[in-house]
């Protein structure tokens, strides 16, 4: 019976893994939204999908947000980019 319930939680730990994920890469800021809403929302993916054992290094989980920003953006992420370059060489 254990065994039964674990593969159970297994089966609903992977569903649930696999939509957070899916919610977390396609998740888009509409343009004119505040990019702090929208930030904290992909950082709740992040650690949704922690709590589930999926864990995303930090580097990758904020490219992943950088990359969702529409071309309205595009000064701050070439700046983010270069900022993020000088400080880590």
Known sequence: ???????????????EMFETLNAFMVCEIAEGSFPSTHVLEMKAYVEQLARLRFLFGDKLATDVIIASLPSSFNQFVMNFTLNDRVRSI
């Not at 019976?1 to 569903?15: D, G, N, P, R, Y």
């Open 1 to 15: 019976m254990i065994e039964q319930l674990k593969i159970m939680f297994q089966v609903q730990a992977k569903q």
